[in-house]
Structures are given as structure tokens and as C-alpha cells.
């Protein structure tokens, strides 16, 4: 899923690497993305991914990612994209609901002589009276 035609990006001075570059080259790119009025989601998955990445959302209703590990504003941009496609498809996922199980009889057996066991090592460890 492709949501790259809604992400609106910002640049700024990043700090890190590049010497001098680093001065005058606005390489930290931030992407900032309008969950409520996209295009690509229906209500319910909006719903998921407001609740999912609550804390990646900001007051406006944007999700923003920022970027600066790339000394390149193209290359943070890209770095940009994947990040927040990977946060979408991960927050989309709906875990499978667990079916409550009960212990097997082998299981309910080796409990008991596992319990046994570690009574009689503890039984052994008392002091013999004679």
C-alpha cells in the first residue's frame, strides 16, 4: 500500500554526520500524514490506526515520522516512505483471538510428578531425628 500521494514532508538542519554539509544542507525530512482524511482507508481502519499509533499521531490528527540517518534529503524521504508504510501494514494486522484450551492428561500428570519430586528433594533437606 502506497500512501506516499497524501504525505506532506518538511525539511529541516539535521545534526550528525556531514561536516560541513551539515551547516547549510537541509537533510532531515519529516513526513506528516492525515489519517481522517485519507483517501486509501475505509472508516474502520482508520479507527485501527488512530487507536494502534496514538502515540505517533499529533494534535492536528497527522501521523509524523521524521528521518535524518541518510546525509540525503532524497534519501531520508525514502527513509520517510518505508517508515510509515511499515507502521500502517503492522497497525492494520488484527491479531487472531485465543481459544481458550484446557491441560491434557499427560500434561495434568507430568504437573503432579514434577510436584512430587521437588516435595521429596525438600523432604530430604530436613533434619533427621533420631
Not at 13 to 34: A, C, D, F, P, T
Not at 39 to 68: C, P, T
Not at 123 to 130: A, D, G, I, N, P
Amino acid at each position: 500500500m502506497e500512501i506516499t500521494a497524501e504525505i506532506k514532508f518538511k525539511t529541516a538542519r539535521s545534526g550528525g554526520k556531514g561536516g560541513q554539509n551539515v551547516n547549510k544542507v537541509e537533510s532531515m525530512v519529516e513526513g506528516y500524514w492525515n489519517i481522517d482524511a485519507s483517501a486509501f482507508l475505509n472508516e474502520d481502519q482508520k479507527k485501527l490506526i488512530s487507536s494502534k499509533l496514538i502515540n505517533k499521531i499529533n494534535a492536528d490528527g497527522n501521523l509524523q515520522v521524521k528521518s535524518q540517518v541518510d546525509r540525503s534529503q532524497l534519501g531520508n524521504k525514502l527513509q520517510v516512505i518505508k517508515k510509515m508504510n511499515e507502521l500502517v501494514t503492522k497497525a492494520l494486522v488484527v491479531p487472531k483471538k485465543r481459544r481458550p484450551t484446557k491441560p491434557g492428561k499427560a500434561a495434568k500428570e507430568k504437573r503432579i510428578t514434577t510436584k512430587k519430586k521437588t516435595g521429596e528433594i525438600k523432604h530430604s533437606r530436613m533434619k533427621v531425628k533420631f
